[in-house]
């Protein structure tokens, strides 16, 4: 009598699956959408047409890749450049890359100038070279092109090493995390993977008070991540003049407040694109902030700076809109409710606009810009993304607010939820 010879786990039940491209069908469709767009757009004013030919291109490579390629890209190249890439922006490499108008340097030149061990440095602008960070020019020799000038840019590049030493560690720990809630979502600002991966009781934004450098960073990526998108006030996502502006009688002070605004980046776009309206805006935040805002240029720019801390009273009544910018998505429902709430208190009821500037995740075709910071969110404050349902549920279900209009541009990029108090009946 024979056995069979049980099943090694180990052993893939289907090795050819591994060295075969993994959507070939897709890719004639594909190759025909990238050449139509490709010849009927100009890529420098038309920035949808950009990016949905960058989408068209990333889906022929999942398509034309091998899954084995697939996961090598993710575990090994993509993983390696980014632990490159903040090594460099730290050490400097790429700020000398671009020295002398990014003349082409040598590995030795280079090792010496930021005194590497040239068989420590040699790796790097290797595998930088493979994935198109940098250019090789010769043997041994290397040059800037756009997106290192761009690493080069200490303000620009600050993401890398934030992300290493603040967001990778909870992410590295949130399978742990998870095992030990049984899979439950995270739903506490001080009870999360962000807390357990470093170890602390405080919360994201506690630690990065205690932290200046990494609280620096953190600023200068907020700046950074959003450069290039269009500005909320943009027509093409929120109409200005036809929901706040007609019919609402002469603006006096204090009539929009930017609540929690940064160091007054919206505040002071928005004065560019609406002049009439400087002398009646506001931008609020902790002394910290406040402090290091541009206050001269906020000042000519008609903008008032107010010391508030979001989950106190709201100090400016009756103004016609109230804004927040990315502060709602940091935190969870519980919190954003008491946020809102303190807002709330402060309309005028059938006047006053609350504007959530945030990203609207839908129900179909999220952009990786957003898929990404939904998972970012619950590992770093036990937070998320919303989508529109989400939105609602939150804003009138639990703050009693009415949402007359959500403006969403599409695929989860940020867009206005715009709410009143309704007036009593």
Not at 99 to 121: R, V, Y
Not at 162 to 190: E, F, G, N, Q
Not at 258 to 269: A, R, T
Request: net charge negative.
């Amino acid at each position: 009598m024979t056995t069979s010879k049980p099943a090694d786990p180990a052993e893939p039940a289907n090795l050819s699956i591994a060295s075969a491209p993994c959507d070939l069908s897709a890719v004639p469709g594909l190759l025909g959408d990238i050449a139509s767009l490709g010849n009927n757009h100009d890529f420098s004013a038309d920035r949808e047409a950009r990016l949905s030919l960058i989408e068209k291109a990333r889906s022929l490579v999942s398509a034309l890749e091998t899954p084995r390629e697939a996961m090598s890209r993710h575990i090994g190249a993509e993983t390696a450049s980014f632990f490159s890439i903040g090594l460099g922006v730290e050490a400097g490499l790429f700020r000398e890359l671009a020295t002398n108008n990014g003349a082409a340097k040598t590995a030795p030149e280079l090792a010496k100038a930021l005194g590497f061990d040239i068989n420590a440095l040699r790796p790097i602008l290797r595998h930088l070279t493979a994935m198109k960070h940098i250019v090789q020019t010769n043997p041994d020799e290397y040059a800037p092109n756009n997106f290192s000038l761009f690493l080069s840019d200490p303000v620009l590049s600050a993401g890398y090493p934030l992300y290493r030493d603040v967001c990778i560690p909870p992410m590295l720990h949130l399978h742990k995390w998870l095992a030990t809630k049984s899979y439950a979502a995270p739903s506490s600002i001080i009870d999360n993977p962000f807390t357990f991966g470093h170890q602390t009781s405080s919360s994201l934004f506690e630690f990065l008070a205690s932290h200046p450098v990494h609280n620096t960073r953190f600023n200068h990526h907020m700046r950074s991540r959003r450069l290039g998108r269009p500005s909320w006030f943009h027509p093409s996502i929120y109409p200005v003049t036809e929901r706040l502006l007609t019919g609402c009688g002469p603006l006096s002070s204090n009539q929009f407040v930017d609540v929690g605004g940064n160091l007054g980046k919206d505040l002071l776009e928005f004065s560019r694109a609406f002049p009439q309206l400087r002398g009646s805006l506001v931008l609020q935040d902790q002394a910290a902030m406040i402090g290091a805002a541009p206050g001269g240029e906020l000042e000519a720019a008609g903008v008032e700076t107010m010391v508030h801390d979001f989950f106190a009273p709201q100090p400016v009544e009756g103004a016609r809109a109230y804004y927040l910018h990315s502060i709602l998505h940091d935190w969870p429902d519980e919190q954003s409710a008491e946020i809102v709430g303190q807002i709330k208190k402060a309309m005028k009821p059938g006047y006053s606009r609350l504007l959530v500037n945030e990203h609207v995740i839908p129900s179909l075709g999220v952009s990786w810009e957003v898929s990404y910071l939904d998972i970012y969110m619950m590992i770093l404050c036990g937070a998320r993304e919303r989508t529109e349902e989400d939105w609602v549920a939150l804003l009138e279900g639990k703050c009693g607010l009415r949402v007359l209009k959500v403006w969403n541009p599409g695929n989860g990029v940020e867009g206005i939820i715009e709410c009143e108090v309704p007036l009593a009946n």
